[in-house]
């Protein structure tokens, strides 16, 4: 069985669209006239360009002229901005990785109420990074992100007590963070829901629900999930033993690129005459086709 997840960042750049962008005109369009109120010294449109050469939008992709004008919005308090700015510094696109820096604007961003930025400055502190480890300021980030329903923080939180970092381990106060964010559609949060009802961790132990929360999971892609499906079906946990779902899952994993499902196929397919076999392999097609 695949174990739980760790801690989840937020990586992708948020958008904000201000009166510079029109949905019904192209992006050539759009990137025009926001540059023309860019340069005139409006924040939002110096966000909303800063986005266009983020994303390529109307314009080359260029990392640098990003970041240029995420810093002249980001330095007029516009949180999304600064948000943008700091993603830009930890992952190195238009300079070189600074998690100094990165800190710096999630912080402000964080200060804004901006739950995006609370999270990731929530893992700045775990990790470590730009600023000197503490679980605790950590956790009390997170505390902030959560109190605006971020399932991402909800997550952490539920990793943070699964673990015992910051905080005393506490299953049942893991199980409570990962139900409230598994609810709002948290893949990761599904699978470690789903294992911990496997294991019996913070709930006495109970296949069904683990079978529930991991066919969630493994619906929106996950392949943890699938393959954890895959074993139970195999071993009859939860549901009737089933071979040809077992290795309908196998397949699923192995198809996105899970390794040891690949392996582990071969040795359900030994159960499975060969009609099954077909069956099973139609069955998995059907799930790729309608998820």
Same mark, same amino acid.
């Given at each position: 069985?695949?174990?739980?997840?760790?801690?989840?960042? $937020?990586?992708?750049?948020?958008?904000?669209?201000?009166?510079?962008?029109?949905?019904?005109?192209?992006?050539?369009?759009?990137?025009?006239?926001?540059?023309?109120?860019?340069?005139?010294?409006?924040?939002?449109?110096?966000?909303?360009?800063?986005?266009?050469?983020?994303?390529?939008?109307?314009?080359?992709?260029?990392?640098?002229?990003?970041?240029?004008?995420?810093?002249?919005?980001?330095?007029?308090?516009?949180?999304?901005?600064?948000?943008?700015?700091?993603?830009?510094?930890?992952?190195?696109?238009?300079?070189?990785?600074?998690?100094?820096?990165?800190?710096?604007?999630?912080?402000?961003?964080?200060? +804004?109420?901006?739950?995006?930025?609370?999270?990731?400055?929530?893992?700045?502190?775990?990790?470590?990074?730009?600023?000197?480890?503490?679980?605790?300021?950590?956790?009390?980030?997170?505390?902030?992100?959560?109190?605006?329903?971020?399932?991402?923080?909800?997550?952490?939180?539920?990793?943070? +007590?699964?673990?015992?970092?910051?905080?005393?381990?506490?299953?049942?106060?893991?199980?409570?963070?990962?139900?409230?964010?598994?609810?709002?559609?948290?893949?990761?949060?599904?699978?470690?829901?789903?294992?911990?009802?496997?294991?019996?961790?913070?709930?006495?132990?109970?296949?069904?629900?683990?079978?529930?929360?991991?066919?969630?999971?493994?619906?929106?892609?996950?392949?943890?999930?699938?393959?954890?499906?895959?074993?139970?079906?195999?071993?009859?946990?939860?549901?009737?033993?089933?071979?040809?779902?077992?290795?309908?899952?196998?397949? $699923?994993?192995?198809?996105?690129?899970?390794?040891?499902?690949?392996?582990?196929?071969?040795?359900?397919?030994?159960?499975?005459?060969?009609?099954? $076999?077909?069956?099973?392999?139609?069955?998995?097609?059907?799930?790729?086709?309608?998820?």
């Amino acid at each position: 069985m695949k174990k739980l997840f760790l801690l989840m960042l $937020l990586l992708d750049p948020l958008e904000a669209w201000s009166e510079c962008y029109d949905e019904n005109k192209d992006d050539k369009s759009n990137f025009i006239l926001c540059k023309k109120e860019a340069e005139q010294g409006d924040a939002n449109a110096e966000f909303n360009l800063g986005i266009m050469y983020d994303n390529g939008q109307g314009t080359k992709q260029d990392y640098k002229k990003a970041m240029y004008w995420y810093s002249r919005s980001a330095n007029k308090n516009n949180a999304d901005a600064q948000f943008n700015l700091a993603l830009l510094y930890a992952e190195g696109h238009g300079a070189e990785p600074n998690y100094t820096e990165a800190f710096k604007w999630y912080l402000k961003a964080a200060e +804004h109420g901006l739950a995006e930025a609370q999270l990731n400055l929530g893992n700045m502190y775990a990790n470590g990074q730009g600023i000197e480890q503490s679980y605790a300021e950590a956790y009390k980030w997170y505390l902030k992100a959560e109190a605006q329903g971020h399932a991402g923080a909800q997550f952490n939180l539920g990793t943070m +007590h699964a673990l015992g970092q910051g905080v005393n381990q506490d299953f049942e106060k893991a199980l409570s963070w990962y139900a409230k964010a598994a609810e709002q559609g948290n893949t990761s949060a599904q699978f470690n829901l789903g294992t911990m009802y496997a294991n019996g961790q913070g709930t006495p132990k109970d296949y069904t629900q683990a079978i529930v929360w991991y066919t969630k999971a493994a619906q929106r892609g996950n392949i943890d999930a699938q393959f954890n499906l895959a074993n139970m079906y195999y071993n009859g946990e939860g549901v009737p033993q089933d071979y040809i779902r077992a290795y309908m899952f196998y397949e $699923l994993a192995s198809t996105n690129g899970d390794q040891p499902a690949e392996k582990v196929k071969n040795i359900a397919a030994e159960k499975l005459t060969t009609e099954q $076999l077909t069956e099973a392999k139609r069955l998995a097609k059907v799930w790729l086709d309608g998820h």
